[in-house]
């Protein structure tokens, strides 16, 4: 089922080009991938479709479903895990008490309540990745968009951080929509991926990602050779 | 251990000058008169302790109350300038000005219309202080980091929960940095008022002192506003540390 959909939408930033006629249907629980070179406009395609910014032509149906994580910069340095879960509730003005509490679940269900009082400094970089993806989990919308969300992390913690992020779709049935630049990591996440065009950014083509290992592989091969353009 | 090793060459420093000062004072090559020696600054010092001390609570009263009003006004001003770029554009060419014309030259205007008491003093030091609080408090607010602001944005937060949640806290930082300034510009700001005409106060009692030739005086009250300079700075580096316990050390 559909929670969101882009039709025939562009984007330009001063008469130039980044996005051009891209129609795509994201559907629940399903985790979709969009992968292209860079200055193919990826990132600007999942802020357009988080609505921090508008399209210059065609429209977004479903905004305010998605719940954005950026690329870097996630936790705010000032507030503690605890207190920077809470920034959705503070936000949309939820009774802190329901705030808390939904809080503390979350923690215990993942194992992570024992780093609560701590500053974002104070983990390491995977573990502030988990907290901003439970933090994002909290907006209760249902599809979560993520910009390179492990591009900073070292390949070990990047591999469980693929696992986690599975487990956390799993566990809390909301669908992704995440761009990167790994190919690997775009197949083993992916329900579908999207292979954008170098500028202006349009869709290239369409891949499901079968489940056979083997098949697997041909997939990334496939990828490969689109991305560098070899036949 | 490791503080005493940071501070050990500028203490060292401090010592060996104050030492070549001792000798040179007592060598006989310089009358007393002109440049006492340490410790006949030091006797000095303990010596009018009490005169001293009334002196230092009402340049301290000034500094403080016009420091405070400073970081209100200051901290007021660089956020209405952040977020109205109309009044940025109004105030900004004023301010720039207001920091041209000297203070020492205002100073006199300041008695004429407001008298000898605390308040032309505290506008002085306003005014001293004012200009760094609110230039850092809007570059503060103007870095906030866009990746933040962008995630702001998708929480769908309004102008004033960017602001209050994000935005201010960015800012801290760099107010902090403008507040040090401030602080070390404040009890000049005081002692310039002072010494143009009050009733009391460290800035008067040293040009009396400097008029009667009691350089000695003039030394001890120095070493004054020097201690309570450093004071001042300590304890806004506490409360910057209080305040931001999230930042790295």
Request: proline residues 5%; charged residues 15%.
């Given at each position: 089922m559909a929670i969101l959909e882009v039709r025939d939408m562009a984007k330009t930033y001063h008469r130039v080009e980044a996005l051009s006629s891209i129609n795509l249907t994201f559907n629940k629980q399903e985790v979709t991938v969009i992968i292209g070179p860079n200055g193919s406009g990826k990132s600007t395609l999942l802020?357009?479709?988080?609505?921090?910014?508008q399209p210059s032509s065609g429209k977004v149906i479903g905004l305010g479903q998605t719940a954005y994580l950026p690329q870097q910069l996630s936790l705010l340095p000032w507030r503690t895990v605890r207190q920077n879960l809470q920034l959705p509730g503070?936000?949309?003005g939820l009774a802190p008490a329901k705030s808390q509490t939904k809080i503390t679940k979350l923690l215990?269900?993942?194992d992570l309540l024992e780093f609560e009082s701590l500053y974002p400094h104070q983990l390491s970089g995977g573990m502030q990745q988990k907290l901003s993806l439970l933090r994002t989990v909290l907006t209760n919308r249902p599809m979560m968009l993520l910009d390179e969300p492990f591009a900073a992390l070292d390949a070990i913690t990047r591999l469980e951080m693929q696992r986690w992020l599975l487990e956390l779709k799993r566990r809390t049935g909301c669908g992704i929509i995440c761009v990167t630049h790994d190919i690997r990591e775009a197949v083993f996440l992916a329900d579908t991926i999207y292979v954008l065009s170098p500028r202006p950014g349009t869709i290239k083509?369409?891949?499901?990602?079968?489940?056979?290992?083997?098949?697997?592989?041909?997939?990334e091969t496939q990828l490969y050779n689109l991305l560098v353009n070899k036949p | 251990m490791k503080k005493l090793r940071e501070f050990a060459p500028a203490a060292l420093l401090i010592i060996s000058l104050l030492i070549i000062w001792q000798v040179y004072a007592r060598s006989g090559l310089i009358a007393n008169s002109t440049l006492p020696a340490p410790v006949d600054i030091w006797k000095t010092l303990i010596n009018s302790r009490?005169?001293?001390?009334g002196h230092t609570l009402q340049?301290?009263?000034?500094t403080v109350i016009g420091l405070l009003i400073a970081i209100c006004l200051g901290a007021a001003c660089g956020v209405i300038i952040f977020l109205s770029s109309r009044l940025r554009k109004a105030l900004y060419p004023l301010l720039v000005v207001s920091q041209t014309v000297p203070l020492i030259a205002?100073?006199?205007?300041?008695?004429?219309?407001?008298?000898?008491?605390?308040?032309?003093?505290?506008?002085?030091?306003v005014l001293y202080c004012f200009y760094p609080i609110c230039i850092a408090v809007e570059t503060g607010l103007e870095s906030t980091d866009n990746q933040l602001i962008d995630l702001m944005k998708s929480l769908k937060a309004s102008r004033w929960q960017t602001l209050r949640y994000v935005q201010l806290p960015s800012a801290l930082p760099t107010f902090f940095s403008g507040l040090k300034i401030s602080t070390t510009y404040a009890i000049t700001g005081a002692i310039v008022g002072e010494y143009v005409g009050a009733y009391k106060g460290l800035g008067i009692y040293m040009e009396t002192a400097a008029h009667s030739d009691a350089i000695?005086?003039?030394f001890a009250a120095i070493l004054v506003i020097v201690s309570l300079s450093l004071l001042m700075l300590c304890a806004v580096i506490l409360i910057e540390k209080w305040s931001m316990p999230w930042r790295q050390t």
């Amino acid at each position: 089922m559909a929670i969101l959909e882009v039709r025939d939408m562009a984007k330009t930033y001063h008469r130039v080009e980044a996005l051009s006629s891209i129609n795509l249907t994201f559907n629940k629980q399903e985790v979709t991938v969009i992968i292209g070179p860079n200055g193919s406009g990826k990132s600007t395609l999942l802020k357009l479709l988080a609505g921090i910014e508008q399209p210059s032509s065609g429209k977004v149906i479903g905004l305010g479903q998605t719940a954005y994580l950026p690329q870097q910069l996630s936790l705010l340095p000032w507030r503690t895990v605890r207190q920077n879960l809470q920034l959705p509730g503070d936000i949309s003005g939820l009774a802190p008490a329901k705030s808390q509490t939904k809080i503390t679940k979350l923690l215990k269900d993942f194992d992570l309540l024992e780093f609560e009082s701590l500053y974002p400094h104070q983990l390491s970089g995977g573990m502030q990745q988990k907290l901003s993806l439970l933090r994002t989990v909290l907006t209760n919308r249902p599809m979560m968009l993520l910009d390179e969300p492990f591009a900073a992390l070292d390949a070990i913690t990047r591999l469980e951080m693929q696992r986690w992020l599975l487990e956390l779709k799993r566990r809390t049935g909301c669908g992704i929509i995440c761009v990167t630049h790994d190919i690997r990591e775009a197949v083993f996440l992916a329900d579908t991926i999207y292979v954008l065009s170098p500028r202006p950014g349009t869709i290239k083509q369409k891949f499901k990602v079968p489940s056979k290992p083997a098949d697997q592989a041909k997939l990334e091969t496939q990828l490969y050779n689109l991305l560098v353009n070899k036949p | 251990m490791k503080k005493l090793r940071e501070f050990a060459p500028a203490a060292l420093l401090i010592i060996s000058l104050l030492i070549i000062w001792q000798v040179y004072a007592r060598s006989g090559l310089i009358a007393n008169s002109t440049l006492p020696a340490p410790v006949d600054i030091w006797k000095t010092l303990i010596n009018s302790r009490s005169v001293i001390w009334g002196h230092t609570l009402q340049t301290m009263a000034e500094t403080v109350i016009g420091l405070l009003i400073a970081i209100c006004l200051g901290a007021a001003c660089g956020v209405i300038i952040f977020l109205s770029s109309r009044l940025r554009k109004a105030l900004y060419p004023l301010l720039v000005v207001s920091q041209t014309v000297p203070l020492i030259a205002l100073a006199p205007l300041l008695l004429i219309w407001f008298g000898f008491d605390l308040l032309p003093k505290v506008i002085i030091v306003v005014l001293y202080c004012f200009y760094p609080i609110c230039i850092a408090v809007e570059t503060g607010l103007e870095s906030t980091d866009n990746q933040l602001i962008d995630l702001m944005k998708s929480l769908k937060a309004s102008r004033w929960q960017t602001l209050r949640y994000v935005q201010l806290p960015s800012a801290l930082p760099t107010f902090f940095s403008g507040l040090k300034i401030s602080t070390t510009y404040a009890i000049t700001g005081a002692i310039v008022g002072e010494y143009v005409g009050a009733y009391k106060g460290l800035g008067i009692y040293m040009e009396t002192a400097a008029h009667s030739d009691a350089i000695d005086v003039v030394f001890a009250a120095i070493l004054v506003i020097v201690s309570l300079s450093l004071l001042m700075l300590c304890a806004v580096i506490l409360i910057e540390k209080w305040s931001m316990p999230w930042r790295q050390t």
